[in-house]
C-alpha cells in the first residue's frame, strides 16, 4: 500500500520547521493552528489531486477575495460563521446554558460607535423620505422570567431600500441606520427606521464567484441586526428576519433560524409598517459572557 507523502515522517517534520516547532520564539497558540493547517492543506491536495493550475487559481483567488474586502461576506456565504453558532449552541446545551432569544451571525457590516439615545430614536437621516416606507420598531428586553431588563443597550443596524450599508455605502450620511437605544424602566425600545431592503452579494465580486462554482446564489432577505447587553447579563448577537420575503428561509448566509422572524404589518394604504419583537437574555455566569466577541469591526472616521 503506497504511503501518502503528505503523510511521511519527512515531510510531517518539514511542516513542523514550517511552522516553527524547532524554535522557542512567537506564539505557541499560532505555531499549533499553522501546523494543522498545513497538514490539512497537504492532504487535500494529495487527496483530491489538486493541480499546479488550481492552487495557483484558489491562491489568487484569495488576494482578490482580500483585494474586495470580502472575506467576512465569503466565510457567511460558506456556511462557516453559522457552523460557530452551532458549535456555541452544542457547548451551551452541554454546559446547561439553554433559554433566551437565539443567536445568530453577525455579518461583517457592523460598524461601532453609533449614537446613543435614551428609550427611542429616529434611525433614517430622511434622504429616502417619500421612497421607503417608514417602519417602526418596538419590543422590550426580558430576563428569562419575563422580568424587564432597563438600561439595556440595544445596538441595531440594517440596510437601506437598495440593500446598502452606511460606512461601506458612501453615498449614505454618517450612521444612517445604525443606532444604539438604552431601554427604559420596562425594558422597551422604540425606533423609528424605514423598511430595509434584502441584498445581494456583488455579481463581479469574488464572493459571487465562488457561490456561482457551487450553482448558488448570493441573496439575503430583509433583516435587521441586533447586539442586545447588559450587565449581570450574556451579550446576544442576532437578526431578525422579515416575514414575507421570499429569501426567509433560503439565506445565503444561512443566518434565518427558528424564532428570530419579525412579523411585520402594514397600514391600509402602504405607507407605514410596525414590528414588534421582543429579547430574552441568559444571565451570566462570568464577565466574559458580558462581552461580545473582539472580532475586529469598522469605526467611523477608518477607510471603507
Not at 433566551?100 to 423620505?129: F, H, K, W
Not at 445596538?155 to 446598502?164: E, M, R, S, V
Not at 397600514?267 to 437574555?281: I, K, P, V, Y
Request: hydrophobic letters at 35%.
Amino acid at each position: 500500500m503506497t504511503v501518502a507523502i503528505s503523510q511521511t515522517a519527512d515531510v510531517q517534520a518539514f511542516f513542523e520547521e514550517a511552522a516553527g516547532y524547532r524554535n522557542d520564539n512567537g506564539n505557541p497558540r499560532m505555531k499549533r493552528i499553522v501546523l494543522r493547517v498545513l497538514q490539512d492543506a497537504a492532504r487535500l491536495i494529495e487527496d483530491l489531486q489538486i493541480s499546479d493550475d488550481e492552487f495557483w487559481t484558489a491562491v489568487d483567488y484569495l488576494n482578490r477575495l482580500g483585494g474586495k474586502n470580502e472575506a467576512g461576506l465569503l466565510v457567511a456565504g460558506l456556511g462557516l460563521e453559522h457552523f460557530l453558532d452551532l458549535l456555541a449552541d452544542a457547548r451551551d446545551a452541554q454546559a446547561g446554558k439553554v433559554g433566551g432569544t437565539p443567536r445568530t451571525i453577525e455579518g461583517p457590516l457592523y460598524v461601532a460607535g453609533a449614537p446613543l439615545a435614551q428609550g427611542e430614536v429616529r434611525m433614517d437621516d430622511g434622504s429616502e423620505d417619500g421612497q421607503a416606507t417608514v417602519m417602526f420598531l418596538d419590543g422590550r428586553v426580558l430576563d428569562l422570567d419575563g422580568a424587564p431588563i432597563a438600561g439595556a443597550i440595544v445596538d441595531l443596524w440594517h440596510a437601506n431600500t437598495k440593500g446598502n450599508y452606511s460606512y461601506f455605502d458612501q453615498s449614505q450620511s454618517d450612521y444612517n441606520l445604525r443606532r444604539r437605544i438604552v431601554t427604559d424602566a420596562e425594558g422597551r425600545y422604540r425606533a423609528r427606521s424605514i423598511v430595509p431592503s434584502g441584498y445581494g452579494c456583488n455579481p463581479q465580486g469574488p464572493t459571487q464567484e465562488c457561490l456561482d462554482q457551487l450553482g448558488r446564489h448570493g441573496q439575503r432577505p430583509a433583516h435587521v441586526h441586533f447586539f442586545i447587553s447588559a450587565p449581570g447579563y450574556r451579550h446576544l448577537t442576532t437578526q431578525i428576519n422579515l416575514s414575507g420575503d421570499q429569501y426567509l428561509w433560503d439565506d445565503f448566509a444561512y443566518a434565518t433560524r427558528d424564532g428570530l422572524v419579525g412579523d411585520v404589518t402594514f397600514s391600509e394604504d402602504g405607507r407605514q409598517a410596525h414590528m414588534t419583537f421582543d429579547f430574552a437574555l441568559q444571565g451570566a455566569a462570568s464577565a466574559d459572557d458580558q462581552e461580545r466577541s473582539q472580532r475586529p469591526r469598522a469605526l467611523q472616521g477608518q477607510g471603507a
